[in-house]
């Protein structure tokens, strides 16, 4: 890999991805809960809703794992189930 390369591949953003910056890495991000190292930007969608997310790979998690918790809680209002247990 050359140093063209290698700097083609590294976003110094630390906030406002968009989808030019997908597939590049973040060298180095702090954030109150810890500091992230070469930490990949990714794009994630809801499937349910088409919500669209696009940044460091840590949160795409909990937008995907916050988006199945909340289409859960609605599909258990739909069918009147209130003992927080899902299907």
Known sequence: MTQEQSEEEICEKTEDWDHNDVGKRIPK??????????????????????SEFIGPSRE???????????????FNQVIGRDDGLVE
């Open 29 to 50: 991000r702090v954030t109150p809960n810890g500091t992230y190292f070469n930490e990949l930007i990714v794009n994630v969608f809801c499937h349910l809703c088409g």
């Open 60 to 74: 795409a998690g909990g937008f995907i794992g916050g988006h199945e918790c909340l289409h859960a809680w609605e």
